[in-house]
């Protein structure tokens, strides 16, 4: 919590017992610059108390995780076809968003993704979300109808340094790519390849190919992607588990979310790319998709 920003889970907020509880009323008073989402839905009823605070109500089912966040922020709204999109960011964002015509970045987005996949089932016929949030959360996430990103992906450096590449840019495009394949970890098991996130990185790489070029595409994502596999290949304990499992389970633990990591968002898109040459080129492999 500061002055700018706020943000909390729900094991900050809610009461202890929650499978007792059935839908209830949310009430909080904030500095009046701050608009506050309950639920990642923003909340619309306020009273101005004339102090320079409001006091915002909403209804929320407290038997589902909850989070609160509250910020100074802007809502630009815009359609892409049927699909209704609320872009939300920092007001002092303001110009860096206009500069870097951002809105059209994600029209663009948007629009290859409707053109090679369809309409979205995952965000089905929700207004779609898009929230800038704090600094201190990394990455970024995605539910149904709904994509965030750490503050860094929309900094003037982020936004003007091509070298970045697939790093902070690819939150950027990932994250709402997610609205097609739905969020982290979907129908998937943990020691499984399949994931969401590889058809996810699979179709960020496709869409930084046509808009940045092939040599781009490789460089930042191709090469990227086959690194990080030969770096596990070579590994040890990847190369022999049954050595893995004598290891203290802490460290089994940070070996394991480290072979999750690439094997989700390196091998699993190298793998869809190797299937896109074998059902003959990038049109068949979307029409498969």
Known sequence: IDKEYISLSNACIAPGDLETLGKSTISVTLPEKLIPF????????????????????????????????AGDYKTEKFSVGDMGIDFVYGKKYEKTVKD?????????????????YGKSSYAGDKRLTLQQISIMAMGGHAWEGYSEWFEVVLSPETLSDLRKGA??????????????????????KEEELWSTEGLTAYSTYRIAKEKYGELYAKKYYLDIWKEAVDRQNREFYYRYPKYLKKLPKKYRATLNEQNEGTNWYCRMPLMIKKAEELVGGEEKMDEIL
């Open 38 to 69: 309950l639920d990642y839905e923003p909340m619309n009823d306020f009273v101005d108390n004339h102090d320079g605070t409001r006091t915002w109500t909403a209804e929320s089912d407290l038997t589902c995780p909850m989070s609160f966040r």
């Open 100 to 116: 870097n015509n951002v809105e059209q970045a994600i029209i663009d987005v948007f629009d290859y993704c409707i053109k090679h």
């Open 167 to 188: 790093n902070a840019t690819e939150v950027f495009i990932h994250e709402m790519v997610h609205q097609w394949w739905g969020s982290y970890g979907l129908e998937c």
